[in-house]
């Protein structure tokens, strides 16, 4: 299994060069719309993102090959990953080719779908060409819909705080540009996940302002699921760590974003007071992790908003229960 070259232009991945981005400081002329150039011109000064390349893969298989026994419909999906065995059509990227199924991807996709019944020319020659992304980012796209997650971490399992709020925010992007709502979720709960991941220290609490106050910058609905989730994540860690208001004030970086954007500053008061009222520091919480009441409705965009409850804290799955079954069920089952 592998990427195959189209052309001797083709043969050679992305080189770690051309994966290093300029760490110019925050502006606020970032267009909202692009995402990922947005996150990508933002970074915390002297934290250069590492180079971040296409994994490399075994050559494709042939039909020689014995086929093996798979026990269920998924794994034998995750075993046509980037496979040219079967493939009915190719996706190119940069200088990357990636063999896919349309039984696969558009199962999972509403662009692709309405794709491939266009009649248009990438229907006519079952391939995509994809200008305006990178070549990693989307091989994580198809990651994901061939085994139901993605990994927002280097291939070596490192990475910090800016490069995974990079590669979700970017996921969470693409999900809403090729219709997968099932991503939404991924890459929502992959970032509150990875900045749970990190002790809360001075330096990573700043990251995480970076990363929350890039949110609101560029996920711009009220009830985005992304920014609030993040911002519930920023206050708790303020609250539950014995930040009082004076300290809450000093802190350059959360002022700096409060005065920046009034409604950064509105929600952080409203998280904020509420874990000092229900989760403050040095209670004890018996059983599982708690969290703060919610409810979640679909959008008319296909996506997912939630409204954040005044009330008891909850457990975590009662907090979530509400989302959509089926995608329920699988966050339920990765996070156990």
Same mark, same amino acid.
């Given at each position: 299994m592998g990427i195959s070259p189209a052309s001797p232009k083709r043969r050679r991945l992305e080189s770690p060069e051309d994966e290093r981005q300029e760490s110019p400081e925050l502006t606020s002329d970032d267009p909202p719309s692009d995402c990922e150039s947005t996150i990508s011109t933002m970074t915390i000064p002297d934290d250069p993102l590492p180079a971040d390349p296409v994994p490399l893969h075994p050559p494709s298989a042939t039909f020689e090959v014995k086929p093996k026994q798979c026990m269920d419909v998924a794994s034998s999906a995750q075993k046509l990953f980037l496979s040219d065995l079967y %493939?009915?059509?190719?996706?190119?990227?940069?200088?990357?080719?990636?063999?896919?199924?349309?039984?696969?991807?558009?199962?999972? %996709?509403?662009?692709?779908?309405c794709l491939f019944r266009s009649g248009l020319k990438e229907d006519r020659e079952s391939k995509i060409k994809?200008?305006?992304?990178?070549?990693?980012?989307?091989?994580?796209?198809?990651?994901?819909?061939?085994?139901?997650?993605?990994?927002?971490?280097?291939?070596?399992?490192?990475? %910090?705080?800016?490069?995974?709020t990079q590669v979700n925010f970017t996921m969470y992007r693409l999900a809403d540009k090729y219709g997968i709502p099932s991503l939404t979720l991924q890459a929502i709960w992959s970032q509150v996940d990875d900045l749970?991941?990190?002790?809360?220290?001075?330096?990573?609490?700043?990251?995480?302002?970076? %990363?929350?106050?890039?949110?609101?910058?560029?996920f711009t609905r009220r009830n985005d699921p992304m920014r609030l989730l993040q911002m519930n994540h920023l206050a708790a860690q303020f609250a539950r760590n014995g930040s009082y208001w004076k300290k809450v004030v000093e802190n350059v970086q959360l002022r700096e974003a409060r005065e920046e954007d009034g409604q950064f500053a509105v929600d952080f008061m409203d998280f904020w007071e509420w874990n000092r009222r229900f989760l403050p520091a040095g209670k004890k919480v018996?059983?599982?992790?708690?969290?703060?009441?919610?409810?979640?409705?679909?959008n008319g965009q296909g996506g997912w908003d939630v409204f954040f409850e005044w009330g008891e804290p909850v457990c975590w799955e009662e907090a979530n229960r509400k989302m959509y079954q089926p995608e329920y069920a699988i966050w339920a089952s990765l996070r156990k």
């Open positions: %493939s009915d059509f190719e996706i190119v990227c940069g200088n990357s080719i990636f063999p896919a199924h349309k039984f696969v991807v558009c199962l999972q %996709s509403e662009y692709f779908t994809i200008t305006d992304e990178k070549p990693r980012m989307i091989h994580r796209l198809l990651f994901f819909l061939y085994y139901g997650f993605y990994n927002s971490c280097l291939e070596d399992g490192s990475g %910090s705080t800016q490069f995974c749970n991941c990190h002790n809360q220290d001075e330096e990573i609490r700043a990251e995480e302002i970076w %990363s929350t106050r890039k949110a609101y910058r560029i018996d059983g599982d992790r708690k969290e703060r009441p919610r409810r979640w409705e679909r």
